[in-house]
């Protein structure tokens, strides 16, 4: 089952074509990275799942890109897409309020009040980004107190509350260090179980530890997608085994 049917997508910054006739198969509760150089195209295309390119003058897109089978550029009600599919940022960007807060936030916003409810969506959702235990002492402390990596685990707890059937993640441990990458990247495993997962990373090897499959990406066109051990064992296009080995990029 894929979540995700992308065909024939062209995406424009104006007059400069950012994405090159796509065509991507997105399977369900799977990982799936998104590599290749800088500019490349890589984050556009994950801002297209969720319509976050929406909110950027300028932008035109043709093709299309179907969600389970519903066309998300035509009769999709966008404020529900972007609760289906949750983002994380690069930079862990947590509201300035209370760690139970940022969890609480979403649903509260939805209309949910009863704090038994609330308490067991907030404990959920943080065990879910494996930072209950970290926290769960000082709930009502200020998440400007967590280390980055909790930082960036809470915004993936704050994410995982809204109860998204898609996790899109740009970059989400760059700004991480090895530590903390490695709590993030353990959590995939656990991701993956419940939620289609989509990353951008500039790490290939962070892709090989973590990704069912991998979309390799050159000046706006998807060169070359697959199983990520043959993506890095056996590509079938130059322009990806040049990449891998470091021939650029
Ligand atoms: N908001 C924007 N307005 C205009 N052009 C943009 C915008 N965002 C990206 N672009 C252009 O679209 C192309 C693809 O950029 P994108 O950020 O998607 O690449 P990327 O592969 O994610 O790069 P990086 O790895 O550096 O983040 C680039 O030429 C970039 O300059």
Redesign the pocket.
């Known amino acids: 089952m894929n979540t995700f049917e992308i065909k024939d997508l062209d995406l424009y ?2 007059d ?1 074509q ?2 090159k006739s796509i065509q991507l198969a997105i399977p369900q509760k799977q990982v799936t990275a ?1 590599i ?12 297209v799942l969720n319509r976050m390119n929406d909110l ?1 003058a ?2 035109r897109i043709d093709g299309s890109v179907k969600m389970d089978g519903a066309d998300i550029y035509a009769d999709v009600d966008v404020r529900k897409l972007r609760m289906r599919c949750g983002m994380v940022f690069q930079k862990p960007n947590p509201f300035p309020m209370s760690i139970y807060e940022n969890v609480a936030y979403g649903q509260k916003a939805q209309g949910v009040k009863d704090k038994k409810t609330l308490d067991k969506i907030v404990e959920d959702a943080l065990r879910g980004a494996a930072l209950w235990d970290e926290v769960k002492d000082r709930l009502h402390s200020h998440a400007f107190g967590l280390s980055g990596g909790q930082q960036q685990r809470l915004c993936i707890a704050r994410t995982i509350a809204m109860k998204p059937d898609v996790i899109l993640m ?2 989400p441990t760059s700004a991480l260090d090895p530590i903390a990458t490695a709590r993030i990247e353990e959590l995939m495993e656990d991701l993956r179980k419940e939620f289609t997962v989509v990353i ?1 990373t ?1 790490s290939m090897a962070q892709a090989r530890r973590i990704a069912d499959k991998t979309a390799f ?1 050159l000046m ?1 066109e998807l060169v070359e997608h697959g199983d990520t051990e043959q993506i890095f064992t056996a590509p079938q296009d130059k322009r990806t085994h040049g990449y891998i080995t470091g021939d650029f990029g």
């Open positions: 910054y104006g400069n950012a994405l998104f290749g150089p800088s500019g490349c195209g890589k984050s556009t295309l994950l801002r950027i300028g932008v740009d970059e951008v500039h990406f706006g």
